[in-house]
């Protein structure tokens, strides 16, 4: 009897099973039979990530002058992108098209889980407050709208957190209407303080939205509630940085 030792020690095979060897005894014996490990994958799976929101979100316009998919196609070069949830005209706030109550009617709970989320919410919210769209708003003083807005965001960070393992973005809302410059502040003010109650789990994406970030429209002025394939650049880039930069973004039970 001689050993070999120029020779591998035998493995288990589950290609090649031994002669009159039950399949399910192999099975038994080699339970990662045809299970590919992590290890053997030429390279580390892409994080999978998925945007809720308003028009900006979805995209406004078709290109090459509007954003309509432009997001999620910038968001595509780091991430693994399910599709939006998101219309046009949803709103943080109750009114007649408020994304919670609209996203639950929808899809429930039976989107996909995700690594993140980016949501970008809060425009219309700013256009429409003290006004007939949102008639419940009329004479509230400027805290009891923060109240609202506060809970209102939080209501709809623990939705998407169900459905998000790591970590949600919420991006600082874009609106320079200089009729709205209260309102703006008001629900700019609400949002981040919400979002950063939130721990780890949640992260403001403060933007400084600038004309130079807007759409044009047709007649050459700028669109102050929706930003131009620059705009999807740099929240790309934001989610982007911070991702790569944060390795810990650990995993979020709601």
């Known amino acids: 009897f001689l050993l070999r030792l120029d020779r591998p020690w035998p493995r288990c095979d589950p290609a090649m099973p031994s002669r009159g060897a039950d399949p399910q005894?192999?099975?038994r014996r080699c339970p990662d039979a045809?299970?590919?490990k992590s290890h053997e994958v030429g390279r580390p799976r892409r994080r999978t990530l998925r945007?809720?929101?308003?028009s900006n979100a979805v995209g406004?316009?078709?290109p090459p002058d509007g954003t309509r998919?432009?997001?999620?196609e910038q968001l595509a070069r780091r991430f693994d992108v399910e599709s939006t949830i998101g219309r046009t005209g949803l709103t943080l706030l109750p009114?007649?098209?408020e994304f919670l109550t609209w996203a639950a009617a929808r899809v429930g709970e039976s989107c996909r889980r995700t690594d993140f989320a980016v949501v970008v919410l809060g425009t219309n919210d700013i256009t429409q407050l003290w006004s007939q769209h949102m008639d419940w708003s009329a004479g509230l003083p400027a805290d009891k709208i923060r109240k609202c807005a506060r809970r209102a965001l939080r209501a709809l960070?623990?939705?998407?957190?169900?459905?998000?393992?790591r970590r949600v973005f919420v991006t600082?809302?874009?609106?320079t209407m200089r009729s709205k410059e209260r309102a703006r502040c008001e629900i700019v003010a609400s949002m981040e303080a919400t979002a950063t109650s939130f721990g780890d789990a949640v992260e403001w994406l403060p933007m400084g939205w600038r004309e130079a970030h807007l759409q044009r429209l047709p007649n050459g002025a700028y669109d102050a509630k929706h930003f131009s394939d620059v705009g999807c650049r740099r929240i790309a880039n934001a989610v982007g940085k911070r991702v790569k930069a944060d390795g810990r973004c650990l995993e979020v039970v709601a």
């Open 60 to 62: 406004y316009r078709p």
């Open 157 to 165: 960070l623990r939705w998407v957190l169900r459905h998000t393992r």
């Open 51 to 54: 945007v809720y929101g308003d």
């Open 34 to 36: 045809g299970v590919q």
């Open 95 to 97: 009114s007649r098209a």
């Open 69 to 72: 998919g432009c997001l999620s």
């Open 25 to 27: 005894d192999r099975k």
């Open 172 to 175: 600082e809302p874009v609106n």
